[in-house]
């Protein structure tokens, strides 16, 4: 079972944390993105479920206000879509080009995510 100390680790490895003294669950890389986004951008359900019960902010917005769940679309990670949707992240939250998630799906034609939206709607 993947740890929080693990989770933080794969996280802190990535060059969008370079400089980042002491990782937690609220750290910040370079583009404002959260160790939330990062696990979501993979698809990584296990990692996303041991950040939110560390107390992750599940809707926390990068500089140009993509949530976590705006890197789950985007990647193509539609079982991280599903946990996250599951979790209570809100698709209503728009990024800095006015797009939800699923905006995001549609424009794309990713049919997997969209019918996970479908089935949470």
Known sequence: MLTLAEALDDAAA?????????MSVTSRGASG???LHWMAALGDVAGIDV????????????FQGATPLHEAVSSRQHA???TLLQRGARADIQNSTGRTPCDSAEEEGYAP??????DAG
Do not use: C, Y
Not at 51 to 62: P, S, V
């Open 14 to 22: 990535l060059a969008e944390f370079s400089g980042v003294q002491v």
């Open 33 to 35: 993105q959260t160790p």
């Open 51 to 62: 950040l939110l019960a560390a107390g992750a902010d599940i809707d926390a917005a990068d």
């Open 80 to 82: 991280a879509v599903r």
């Open 113 to 118: 995510v969209l019918k996970v939206f479908n």
